[in-house]
């Protein structure tokens, strides 16, 4: 709260500052979100297994399984890469849009994982990855031995043709949102456990992003797997840096 010029404080600004506090201290509520835990980054053509961290995405199964079988979560989300077919982030599309003159890579000589520019508007910096996810397909399925509680919700991402998403929360532009954000607000919810693929990607994109709306954000480490070894360690530092959790999945049952 501020102090009025001559030095006194404003009562009238601790009213509301305070319930946005206290209530959250009172009442904590915490949410599950899984990202993209679907069959292309496990055995379809974007399987994380063939990253340098050599990491198998169909182990993040079973720990978010016991986690979900441990621990109640009022609120839990499945986010999904759901691409067009048409999407900008697949190599396979380089074609079908101009690419802009600042982009350091051709159309003719784009490769996997380079990243272009593509001329919009808006003007779109993308990285390029097979094709993946698409909408409706069965690389888009959750995996099958997923446990989905009553209740879960999924939240679709990456949607729109022209821009990609990691986070689960905005696109990489920031210019649309999906529903999460105000899902997780209508319930009053203050604290977010993320586990899922990619670590380094779109686990690390939602769990900054779900810091910058405020929430406590935990990270589970052994529920997540990831393409490269710094980047999966650039990760933990950031949400750590930015007053999130990095935990064990045995430690998830006594917080909640
Ligand atoms: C992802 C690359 C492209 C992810 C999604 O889920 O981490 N990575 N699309
Ligand atoms: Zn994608």
Known sequence: FDQNSDGAIDRGEFIPCASEWIAPLKHPRS?????????DFISGPLNISSFPAGHNGKDVVEPINQVLRTVHFGNVYFAMDYHPANHSSFIENVHLRELDPSSE?????????????FKGPPKETQKLWPRHCVQGTWGSDLHKDLILPNGTVRIFKGTKDDVDSYSAFWDNNKLSETALNALLRKDGVTN???AGLAYDVCVRASALDALKLGYNTILIDDCSRGLDPAGIEATR???????????????VKDMV
Do not use: P, R
């Open 237 to 251: 530092k950031s949400v750590l840096e930015n007053h999130g959790l990095v935990v064990n999945s045995t430690e």
């Open 31 to 39: 949410a599950f979100l899984a990202i993209d835990v679907q069959n």
């Open 192 to 194: 977010v456990y993320i």
């Open 105 to 117: 890579v051709s159309a003719a000589n784009a490769k996997v994982f380079d990243t272009v520019v």
